[in-house]
């Protein structure tokens, strides 16, 4: 077990002196002039702590040197800072060192210059890069993981706001890629330290009361050891044995996970064998096996099946000497090794090539993050799937023909038949688990046959999201439901541009072939016909807009439109005709309500509606009767407001239910509430009340909408 204490600083010949230890014909010449550069352009800087900046990349090269790291990793470690915290250019670095060394700081840096606003989409954009620079080398996620690895370990130096944010973000993402790359050591110091700075009250309680037991129980683990290698040794196998008590926060996660205080905790010792040859991992848990008892549902065979990121061991529990429950691991050293250095132990030190494709098909995670990160847009959606993805509890299911697929903990058949092939997946509409028909929510465990049902007519819907654990399957069943989405939003676009463009005597067949559509496609900045169309159907442009750019303008006088016409045709007041009259834009007046008139200076008869204010500033002797003549096939300019809960294509749904009336929209616009409600504000035309009625009935049947009605206002 690990406590964590402030060592003295690192000298540059301790890095040399640990590089030496496991490379003795090093060439240190390029590691020398990496320091010297490092430590001439940080001349002067300071961290937090008051301490010369220097101090910071010295630390984060041993730590890469202690995972065994190449030469140019190293040299990287030195130079991870110079892009971001001094004038050095990227061509510069180039130049100096070479294009692998400048890329691999290149891939390190942050983004923190970019013109994000929101820290959340910042964040995210730096994990996004950072997966593309892995994709390339990956060396990069291996410097990235020291420099923060020496960051928490001298973090109080922040304010309590930044320390705790450092911390959650280091538990959240760099400990679970810790443990993906198999690199335990550090992934458990990056969890402590965090959890240090996160919840200190109970770190220190757990931290307390397992130094208490460690010193209770030494004893009781070196007489462990001692039975252990005595009975091995009389079957002729030669072992290490190590003794250790768990991690500060692997007992904080139980305890809360299972509801428990530390005194209920009863499986604190843990015990490692360490052994020459994979058979002899088998034969020692037979010995084990005789001699204490084993606790059911407890053994676990990572060897046979390995986990993703390399680790192979024998897992199991036994009740040990005096009732006292305890683990013991069993490996070979070539496996002990990769344990503690994980994916550094497969690093190519002589040839100084990555890994091989056998060895990165074993890291699928991390295509599959890749693969997630070119397909989703939006910054925020790919930080929380990444968080998903680096979930660290795995199943092992299999296909019917033996195939094993490693699946996080929660995973259902959603997951499997996406991690088959995405074909399987978008055409899923059951599963057989052990040959019994389960629901495609039912969370599949270890060991299960799992068979996927498909159909041509099955396809993805928004509720696979509530049960879908991967990044792969999640990413899959969001693209395909925005292409559906997409594909909607073309078909309800073009049908509002057809019936549009009828009332002006155009075709959309026609329009689409002649030059004034591309020169629209290029006004708007759309690529292709079928983003103006989806934009249409989205609700992000209007389709007044764009019939506005390309007809005539002539031909966009409807009637109806005009605001001064015979009166003849549509009011009555008292028997006389022929007067000239306009109706008021204060409260648009609309065939169906109450009407009044007053005489006006110059413009004859203006008509109000009965409850408009600004009648009752009018003297009464001005007042003049008025009432409608009936249906005229006239349309009115309608102000509507609708509210309703903000989601995606909100604005396209009202749109389309507006049209599927028959109703033209003259203007629109959105706006959302600090609550998260939508209010959408639409001018539409209108022949009588009568229709105004059915339209606000219409809209208030769409979903999520909570209140429709006419304003006279536009906002």
Not at 9 to 22: G, H, Q, W
Request: charged share 30%.
């Amino acid at each position: 077990m690990r406590f964590f204490k402030r060592r003295n600083f690192v000298r540059f010949t301790d890095i040399k002196e640990e590089v030496a230890s496991y490379s003795p014909d090093a060439d240190f010449s390029l590691l020398e002039k990496a320091y010297v550069f490092s430590a001439k352009v940080h001349k002067g800087q300071t961290r937090l702590s008051g301490e010369p900046y220097l101090i910071h990349p010295l630390e984060v090269a041993m730590i890469l040197a202690k995972l065994r790291m190449d030469l140019p990793t190293i040299s990287a470690g030195l130079l991870h800072d110079v892009l971001e915290d001094t004038l050095t250019s990227f061509q510069e670095l180039k130049e100096l060192f070479g294009e692998e060394i400048a890329n691999l700081v290149d891939g390190v840096t942050k983004i923190s210059k970019l013109p994000f606003s929101d820290p959340k989409i910042t964040q995210a954009e730096t994990y996004r890069k950072m997966i593309m620079a892995m994709a390339k080398d990956i060396r990069v996620i291996l410097i990235k993981l020291a420099d923060r690895l020496h960051n928490v370990r001298t973090l109080e130096y922040h304010e309590e706001e930044k320390r705790k944010l450092i911390a959650k973000e280091t538990l959240e993402i760099y400990a679970p890629i810790a443990h993906r790359l198999g690199i335990e050591w550090m992934k458990n110091e990056l969890e402590n330290l965090a959890f240090q700075h996160l919840d200190p009250v109970a770190y220190n309680e757990i931290y307390r009361k397992l130094r208490h037991f460690e010193k209770e129980k030494q004893k009781y683990i070196e007489e462990v050891k001692k039975i252990l290698k005595n009975k091995l040794k009389e079957n002729g196998i030669e072992a290490e044995i190590q003794g250790r008590i768990k991690e500060p926060y692997s007992v904080y996660e139980k305890m809360k996970r299972l509801g428990i205080d530390f005194e209920q905790v009863y499986d604190l010792l843990a015990f490692r064998v360490i052994v020459n040859s994979e058979q002899e991992c088998y034969q020692a848990l037979g010995i084990i096996h005789s001699l204490w008892t084993p606790v059911p549902g407890r053994f676990k065979d990572y060897i046979a099946l390995p986990k993703p990121n390399f680790y192979q061991s024998l897992h199991t529990t036994v009740i040990g000497p005096y009732g006292e429950r305890m683990e013991v691991q069993i490996r070979t050293w070539e496996m002990h090794k990769v344990a503690e250095e994980g994916i550094a132990a497969h690093w190519k030190y002589k040839t100084g090539k990555g890994l091989d494709e056998e060895e990165a098909e074993k890291i699928g995670w991390l295509r599959q993050i890749l693969e997630l990160q070119q397909e989703l847009e939006d910054s925020k959606e790919f930080l929380h799937i990444l968080k998903i993805d680096l979930y660290p509890d795995e199943v092992y299911v299999f296909t019917p023909k033996g195939e094993v697929k490693v699946l996080p903990k929660g995973a259902t058949p959603i997951d499997f038949a996406y991690s088959i092939h995405t074909e399987i997946g978008n055409h899923c509409y059951g599963a057989r688990v052990n040959g019994k028909l389960v629901p495609l929510d039912y969370e599949l465990k270890s060991g299960e046959i799992v068979e996927i049902l498909t159909s041509p007519k099955a396809h993805p819907n928004r509720d696979w999201l509530k049960f879908a654990r991967t990044s792969r399957a999640r990413t899959k069943i969001l693209k395909f439901l925005r292409e559906q989405e997409k594909n909607h939003a073309i078909i309800l676009g073009q049908e509002l541009c057809e019936k549009e463009l009828k009332k002006v005597g155009l075709s959309l067949g026609e329009l689409q072939k002649k030059e004034e559509f591309k020169k629209l496609l290029e006004l708007f900045n759309f690529k292709s016909p079928d983003d103006l169309f989806a934009a249409i159907g989205f609700g992000k442009i209007t389709v007044s807009q764009v019939v506005g750019k390309i007809a005539p303008q002539e031909t966009l006088v409807r009637k109806g439109k005009s605001r001064k016409i015979n009166l003849g045709t549509l009011i009555k007041i008292n028997g006389m005709e022929n007067l000239l009259v306009h109706f008021a834009k204060c409260c648009n007046p609309l065939p169906g309500d109450e009407v009044i008139g007053f005489v006006t200076r110059g413009h004859g008869i203006s008509i109000h509606t009965s409850d408009c204010p600004n009648v009752l500033s009018v003297p009464p002797e001005r007042y003049v009767e008025v009432e409608w003549k009936g249906e005229n096939g006239f349309l009115f300019p309608v102000k509507i407001k609708v509210q309703a809960e903000d989601r995606k294509g909100l604005l396209a749904a009202l749109s389309n239910s507006i049209s599927q009336m028959g109703i033209n929209i003259l203007k629109a616009h959105v706006s959302t509430t600090k609550s998260g409600e939508a209010l959408n504000f639409f001018e539409v035309e209108i022949s009588n009340t009568k229709q105004l009625e059915k339209l606000l009935s219409h809209l208030r049947k769409v979903k999520g909408v909570k209140k429709a009605e006419r304003v006279k206002k536009w906002i």
